[in-house]
Structure formats: structure tokens, C-alpha cells
């Protein structure tokens, strides 16, 4: 089997090691005069060479001729060790061996002197992943490690490695790969490899690869398999190549959800589909075109979208992992999202006309008029005032909950009213002024009920409330005038033009 790129390059000493500059200082002069630990914890991301660091290190250690920290790569026990075979050098990989018999040995034989060569290196990758009883396993081992024995603990999530773990161990950080760092190792690779590549093509493999050098080789072979050694490889023939995706088409889809172009979006998705586009892929990148390009939007309303397209894709990367559909999860939220954002747009527009108004109107009648009785209907009447999220009747908890996981449901409570009955059950009314809002509260009925349900409270969806409440007013109305007595009727009847949504009372201030 051919060698795989990753490994022919994998580096063989500290000087051939791309980035991690502090790492290599690190280990200059420790391993020369013997002062290193027994105990390390390589942290980092993946494909940063935790685990080529910890293979170059157990070669210095063995090696039979080191040069000052490097091993030589050449003696019986470096060739062991590069080939995987060296008895006292024992990988071990969290992930798939999380056993408690493993580490029960390791506990046990650690005593022993190494049999092969000077000092045997446990190298565990993904240590994280290991059970409680196999970190107690070799606890033990830790705290009184022997002369000639060395760990090296791999993760990519420190975090969920036990305290007591951490306490026995140095901690080395292990940093993302520069774009730079893993441009100019790509250059090396295909240089020896005898391929020719445009430069843009080792920049946007670099920053596809997020960092990871492992990543990065990877994507390179991919490209440098399919393509052939005598021509110029370009960026077009790798986003084919790749799937990957030319940066004009995430300003067109920016643009079409800005637009609420639904047909577009529909087209677009088909577009990507039909080409075998990966949709997670495609949601990285957009996110990053917007990151990229967020402070060229001048218009704060545009930057506030762009980003709100940014968190959808990123949200959206997470429900594609676990679904066949991915296609189909991308048209519906981005329309769905490009609807949200016109409704809102146009909401802000009314709203914007009518705030100065309203303000007088209040003015006025807290000016001109006594209050109304206070009976149960008026009451109904001032609470009909709040929507669903401004009414602190709802579990703030449980909106957060709702915004951050359902945000076309949290836009819809932001319109509908809602009120507690006297029986703990909570009203919402839809509201014909926004359909969109009532679809959306049916069409989530059940996941809404869910909500409510985890926080102890039952709820009734209702038909718009305004209907009701105008009949019930127009009834109190009528019952009034009724009453009014036939002097006052004319400057009832101007109050009532002026003011027609309040109600009017008559004082006979004699009684
Ligand atoms: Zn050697």
C-alpha cells in the first residue's frame, strides 16, 4: 500500500516540526540535560502533532546517537519507533481502548525495567476519553512515576481530564497551525512531491483546514490524487475536486435572503445539491465570508443581518450533522429566516410611524380622563397590552431556551398576547395583524406545549383577541350611553371621537 502523504511528512525531529515554536524551545534544552517531567499533558486541537511530538521525544530517549535534543532517526531504536514496533514504546488510543484491564497493566508492569531500549514512553492519545477506574488505574503510577519511565497524555479536551490527573502532569499547550505555517509546509510537500500549484490553492486549503496540519495534508492528497503532475493545478480545479465552493456564490445567497428572493433560495439549494456541494462545508464557509467581510457593511441594520445569517449557519451546521436531508434543512431555515427578517423589517416600519402618536394620545387622556371602573373586563383591557414576551407571566428562563434553540417561535411570541387565567393556564391569542406569527404558533404547537409543559405550565393557543374585547367594550358602550344623561350627551359624544379606545365616565359631582 502506498504511503499515505501524512505519514511520508509526518516530521522525524523537532527541527522539521512546522509551528509550535515555544514547544520546540521547550524540549531544546530539557531533554539535553535530563530535567524533563515523567508526566505530560499535550493539549491542543486536533492535527496540531501532539502525537508527532510525543513519537520524537521517546526517539531522543532512546535514540543510541542523539544530536543535542534531536534523535537521530538512523539507529536500531529510532527505526523501531518510527515503525510502530519498539516493545517500550506503547501507544494507546483513549478512544477506541477505554478498558480498565489496560491500565490495571500498565499499573502493574510500569515497575520493570524497559526491556528494548532505556526508557519506555506510554503515549496516550484522547486520554480524556478514559473511565474514572482507568484514570484511578494509573493515578498511582503517576504520583511516584520511575526513572525510566515517561507519560505523555494526548487530548483535545483538557477539561474533562480529572484534577487530580492534571496536578501530576506539565502541561504542554499545543496551538492551531498558522495559515502560514501550513501554507508554506504544503509548498514543501507538493515541491518534492513534483506537482505545480497556484498559490491561492494552498491558501484556501490552509484556511479550510482551521489550523489542523493533519486536516490540510489530507485535503492536499485528496486534490494531488485526482489531478494530474504536468499541468498547473488551479483553485477552480480544487473546488471541483473538493466540493468547495467559489466565494461569489455566498454574496449571492447573502443577497437573496436579504431579499426574501424565496424562488432563489429554493433554486440555489437545488444548485448546491445537484453539484454535490457539502452542506456543512458550504455553512463554514459562509460563515466565514461574513466574518471576513462584516466590517466592509457600512449599514448597521445589514451588518446585524449578516450576522444573524452567520449564527443561523452555524446553528444549521449542527441539525445537518445528524440528518439525510441536509438540503432541505438548508432551504427551510434560510427561508424561513429571510421571511422572519422582512416581517421584522416591515414591524419596525409601522412601528417607527406610530410611536410619536401614540405618545400624545396617552398624554391626553391621562390629562382629560378619570379612570374606569376597575371590574373584570377592564382589567382584561389593560392586560391585553402585553405580548407574550414582555409579559413577565412567562418563564424568562424558558425564553431564553426558546430564542436560542427556536428563534422563529420566539419571533412569533414577540407579536402574539398572551395572559395567566385565573386557573394558572396561560392564554395566547393569535393575532390577525400577524398571520405569519399564527402560522408559526400552530405549526410549533406541540414543541410550544414541550416548553411549557418542562416549566409546569399549561397553555391555551386562542383566536384573536380583539374580537372579543370590541364586542364586550361596544356592550359596556351602549349600557353607558343608556345612562348618560341627555345635557352632557354632546360633549360625551365629541369626548368619545376624540378618544374613541378609552373608556368615558360620567361624574354627577351634586351626588
Ligand atoms: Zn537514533
Same mark, same amino acid.
Given at each position: 500500500m502506498k504511503q499515505t502523504l501524512y505519514r511520508k511528512y509526518r516530521p522525524g525531529q523537532f527541527s522539521e516540526l512546522a509551528g509550535q515554536d515555544h514547544i520546540k524551545r521547550l524540549f531544546s534544552k530539557s531533554l539535553i540535560d535530563n530535567s524533563y517531567s515523567h508526566a505530560y499533558i499535550f493539549a491542543g486541537p486536533r492535527g496540531t502533532g501532539k502525537t508527532t511530538v510525543a513519537r520524537i521525544i521517546a526517539k531522543r530517549l532512546n535514540c543510541l546517537h542523539p544530536k543535542e535534543n534531536?534523535?537521530?532517526? !538512523?539507529? &536500531?531504536?529510532?527505526?523501531?519507533?518510527?515503525?510502530?514496533? $519498539?516493545?517500550?514504546?506503547?501507544?494507546?488510543?483513549?478512544?477506541?481502548?477505554?478498558?480498565?484491564?489496560?491500565?490495571?497493566?500498565?499499573?502493574?508492569?510500569?515497575?520493570?525495567?524497559?526491556?528494548?531500549?532505556?526508557?519506555?514512553?506510554?503515549?496516550?492519545?484522547?486520554? $480524556?476519553?478514559?473511565?474514572?477506574?482507568?484514570?484511578?488505574?494509573?493515578?498511582?503510577?503517576?504520583e511516584e512515576p520511575p526513572e525510566h519511565v515517561v507519560f505523555?497524555?494526548?487530548?483535545?479536551?483538557?477539561?474533562?481530564?480529572?484534577?487530580?490527573?492534571?496536578?501530576?502532569?506539565?502541561?504542554?499547550? %499545543?496551538?492551531?497551525?498558522?495559515?502560514?505555517?501550513?501554507?508554506? $509546509?504544503?509548498?514543501?510537500? *507538493?515541491?518534492?512531491?513534483?506537482?505545480?500549484?497556484? &498559490?491561492?490553492?494552498?491558501?484556501?486549503?490552509?484556511?479550510?483546514?482551521?489550523?489542523?496540519?493533519?486536516?490540510?495534508?489530507?485535503?492536499?492528497?485528496?486534490?494531488?490524487? %485526482?489531478?494530474?503532475?504536468?499541468?498547473?493545478?488551479?483553485?477552480?480545479?480544487?473546488?471541483?475536486?473538493?466540493?468547495?465552493v467559489d466565494e461569489e456564490q455566498y454574496h449571492r445567497v447573502i443577497t437573496m435572503i436579504q431579499q426574501n428572493q424565496t424562488q432563489n433560495i429554493i433554486d440555489f439549494t437545488e444548485?448546491?445539491?445537484?453539484?454535490?456541494?457539502? %452542506?456543512?462545508?458550504?455553512?463554514?464557509?459562509?460563515?466565514?465570508?461574513?466574518?471576513? $467581510?462584516?466590517?466592509?457593511?457600512? !449599514?448597521?441594520?445589514?451588518?446585524?443581518?449578516?450576522?444573524?445569517?452567520?449564527?443561523?449557519?452555524?446553528?444549521?451546521?449542527?441539525?445537518?450533522?445528524?440528518?439525510?436531508?441536509?438540503?432541505?434543512?438548508?432551504?427551510?431555515?434560510?427561508?424561513? %429566516?429571510?421571511?422572519?427578517?422582512?416581517?421584522?423589517?416591515?414591524?419596525?416600519?409601522?412601528?417607527?410611524?406610530? !410611536?410619536?402618536?401614540?405618545?400624545?394620545?396617552?398624554?391626553?387622556?391621562?390629562? *382629560?380622563?378619570?379612570?374606569g371602573p376597575h371590574d373584570e373586563k377592564a382589567t382584561l383591557h389593560t392586560k391585553q397590552t402585553t405580548t407574550a414576551l414582555e409579559d413577565h407571566t412567562l418563564n424568562s428562563e424558558m425564553l431564553k431556551e426558546i430564542k436560542s434553540s427556536d428563534i422563529d417561535l420566539y419571533v412569533a411570541l414577540l407579536y402574539l398576547k398572551c395572559e395567566e387565567t385565573s386557573e394558572g393556564i396561560i392564554k395566547i391569542y393569535k393575532n390577525n395583524t400577524h398571520p405569519l406569527s399564527n402560522d408559526v404558533v400552530e405549526l410549533k404547537e406541540k414543541i410550544l406545549r414541550d416548553y411549557f409543559n418542562k416549566y409546569s405550565k399549561k397553555i391555551e393557543i386562542v383566536e384573536d383577541k380583539e374580537e372579543p374585547l370590541r364586542q364586550i367594550k361596544q356592550e359596556n358602550e351602549k349600557v353607558q350611553q343608556e345612562k348618560i344623561p341627555q345635557e352632557v350627551r354632546g360633549i360625551y359624544d365629541k369626548l368619545k371621537k376624540l378618544f374613541p379606545e378609552s373608556d368615558i365616565i360620567i361624574k354627577d359631582n351634586q351626588a
Open positions: 534531536e534523535p537521530c532517526n !538512523e539507529c &536500531d531504536q529510532c527505526i523501531a519507533i518510527n515503525e510502530s514496533s $519498539h516493545i517500550d514504546v506503547i501507544e494507546m488510543d483513549a478512544a477506541s481502548n477505554r478498558g480498565i484491564d489496560d491500565f490495571r497493566a500498565i499499573r502493574d508492569r510500569v515497575a520493570y525495567k524497559p526491556a528494548q531500549g532505556k526508557v519506555k514512553v506510554y503515549i496516550i492519545d484522547e486520554v $480524556h476519553m478514559l473511565t474514572n477506574e482507568a484514570f484511578n488505574a494509573i493515578l498511582k503510577t503517576l505523555i497524555l494526548a487530548t483535545t479536551n483538557p477539561e474533562k481530564i480529572p484534577e487530580t490527573i492534571i496536578s501530576r502532569c506539565q502541561i504542554i499547550p %499545543f496551538r492551531n497551525m498558522t495559515v502560514n505555517t501550513i501554507i508554506i $509546509h504544503l509548498q514543501m510537500i *507538493t515541491q518534492k512531491e513534483g506537482y505545480k500549484v497556484e &498559490d491561492d490553492v494552498f491558501s484556501y486549503i490552509a484556511k479550510r483546514a482551521k489550523g489542523s496540519m493533519r486536516d490540510a495534508i489530507v485535503l492536499l492528497e485528496q486534490i494531488l490524487r %485526482f489531478l494530474p503532475k504536468d499541468e498547473v493545478i488551479q483553485k477552480k480545479d480544487i473546488l471541483q475536486v473538493l466540493g468547495g444548485n448546491l445539491y445537484n453539484n454535490g456541494i457539502n %452542506f456543512e462545508v458550504f455553512l463554514d464557509g459562509l460563515i466565514d465570508y461574513i466574518l471576513l $467581510h462584516i466590517a466592509q457593511t457600512k !449599514e448597521p441594520s445589514l451588518q446585524k443581518l449578516n450576522l444573524g445569517i452567520a449564527k443561523k449557519s452555524s446553528e444549521m451546521i449542527k441539525q445537518i450533522k445528524y440528518s439525510d436531508n441536509p438540503n432541505i434543512i438548508f432551504a427551510i431555515e434560510f427561508l424561513s %429566516f429571510a421571511e422572519t427578517h422582512t416581517l421584522n423589517k416591515q414591524m419596525e416600519n409601522t412601528r417607527k410611524k406610530d !410611536e410619536p402618536k401614540k405618545v400624545v394620545q396617552t398624554q391626553q387622556i391621562q390629562k *382629560t380622563l378619570v379612570p
